[in-house]
């Protein structure tokens, strides 16, 4: 129930209508005065950025009221009115009036109540402005979504490193950085090791120390300190507790959310003896990888390709392993000497990469936009990266108009910050930028060298040289002005 003042005529005084007129208009955000018809008499509006988004307000007056909001609100003004007409106790309703169209379109929301006031027959309309309430749903339902679409990419993600966790031949364990205890571990490790405790492959209840004997076991403890202190450790050689067989452990460092944790690898030090078995079950998962319709290849420390599924070699617009095998990723991938770079930088110093955005170039001259996942795995002591590679030239718009976009190359360095030091960081992006520049030019003269040096400022020779650098089409013969 409504609170009324208790004694009105003494606190309030001879209140005039002028008096009374301002009273309402500054307490509101706007305001109406209606006869019994509900047609407007007059109108007061306080805010001024209002004015500019009600539609028509300076012709309100003489219209009825419930044919200046839309028409989903036409049946709340009528209440209000029918309301305040019997004398009810006003209710507050949403209500909306029509936006200018500099505004761009959205509906102006306002919350009123309506009550009758001084001569029988005359009813005050009272709104508050809902824009600031409308703005904030608006940001909410656009960051959910936002929220929606990241939760998304991530399982994808996700999906793609934990298949290759399961399918990996080698042992591979994630070990709390503190305590030591084993979190995760893959099929292969629990073959390798066995059931220390009978809780190997379950995570969290075994220390990796369990598996070893106690010879070598310390000699694992300092591999993972040593890692901790530095983010570096050489390869040590164990034995196992069960059977006592020889491996070697190799680990790396990763944080995440805010731990520090290990991801180690075991692998047999015996080359001669029995090795782990793959499941009839991994090798169709390891065919299906084959036949993904996504790219997948796996290069040495190198970057030189060790093996690659069909759909990769589509993307390159080769016909056969073979020919990939042996050659630099450079070949095919982003940059000539720059994507590369930057993807093995990254993978050496975290061990992963997500969602690196650049282009493929295949042997045919068609490139395509990609999108890299990357994970390096120990193999023998050395370190070999997997690349899984996505053409995602489908769901990327067109500019309009052709406007050239960004590299991808150069809109990922943004994503280096604090991981690469400025100087390399500046001199990709100078010769990102620098490369741009000369093919836009060759381009704007139809691949006139002299009309392209000099819209660029530059001499013939200092064109030549950088043509020769970037490897940008036939050059001219060394000496040439």
Excluded at 69 to 97: F, I, M
Excluded at 156 to 176: K, M, N, P, Q
Excluded at 399 to 405: C, F, K, S, V, Y
Aim: charged letters at 25%; hydrophobic letters at 40%; a neutral charge.
């Amino acid at each position: 129930m409504m609170k009324a003042f208790r004694a009105p005529k003494t606190t309030l005084g001879d209140l005039d209508a002028v008096a009374a007129a301002e009273l309402i208009a500054s307490a509101t955000d706007i305001a109406l005065i209606l006869d019994e018809a509900g047609m407007i008499q007059d109108v007061a509006i306080a805010a001024q950025d209002l004015m500019g988004e009600l539609r028509g307000h300076e012709r309100w007056v003489g219209t009825n009221w419930v044919d200046t909001v839309t028409d989903e609100s036409r049946p709340k003004a009528e209440a209000l009115l029918a309301d305040a007409r019997s004398r009810k106790q006003p209710r507050w309703r949403h209500l909306n009036h029509p936006s200018a169209g500099h505004t761009g379109g959205a509906d102006v929301p306002i919350l009123y109540a309506a009550i009758q006031a001084g001569t029988p027959g005359r009813i005050v309309a009272f709104g508050r402005s809902l824009r600031a309430v409308s703005s904030l749903q608006r940001r909410l339902v656009d960051a959910q979504q936002s929220m929606e679409r990241d939760y998304a990419r991530v399982r994808r993600v996700e999906t793609r490193y934990r298949l290759l966790f399961e399918v990996a031949s080698d042992a591979v364990l994630i070990v709390d950085g503190a305590s030591q205890r084993v979190l995760d571990s893959n099929p292969a490790a629990s073959r390798l090791l066995g059931a220390p405790g009978g809780t190997a492959g379950k995570g969290g209840a075994w220390r990796l120390g369990q598996v070893f004997t106690q010879e070598t076991a310390r000699s694992v403890d300092l591999l993972l300190s040593g890692l901790l202190a530095s983010g570096r450790a050489d390869d040590v050689r164990a034995r196992l507790a069960d059977g006592d067989r020889e491996v070697t452990v190799s680990a790396s460092l990763f944080r995440d959310d805010g731990g520090v944790f290990c991801l180690v690898r075991i692998a047999s030090a015996q080359p001669d003896a029995a090795g782990i078995v793959v499941s009839k079950t991994r090798t169709k998962l390891l065919k299906l990888m084959d036949g993904s319709p996504d790219g997948f290849v796996v290069t040495g420390a190198d970057g030189r390709v060790i093996t690659a599924n069909a759909a990769f070699l589509q993307l390159a617009q080769i016909p056969n392993e073979e020919i990939a095998r042996g050659e630099s990723l450079d070949r095919w991938l982003g940059r000539t000497g720059t994507d590369l770079d930057i993807l093995i930088a990254n993978l050496r110093q975290h061990g992963s990469i997500r969602l690196f955005g650049t282009t493929m170039r295949g042997e045919l001259g068609e490139p395509s936009e990609v999108e890299i996942s990357a994970v390096t795995v120990m193999n023998g002591g050395q370190p070999c990266f997997g690349f899984a590679i996505r053409d995602v030239g489908r769901r990327l718009s067109r500019d309009p108009g052709g406007e050239r976009r960004l590299p991808p190359s150069l809109e990922h360095l943004s994503g280096l910050i604090g991981r690469v030091a400025l100087k390399d960081l500046v001199r990709e992006a100078t010769d990102v930028i620098e490369r741009m520049c000369i093919e836009a030019a060759l381009e704007l003269t139809s691949d006139n060298r002299a009309s392209a040096a000099e819209v660029l400022g530059l001499s013939r020779q200092s064109l030549y040289i950088k043509l020769r650098r970037y490897g940008l089409g036939p050059l001219a013969p060394e000496g040439a002005d």
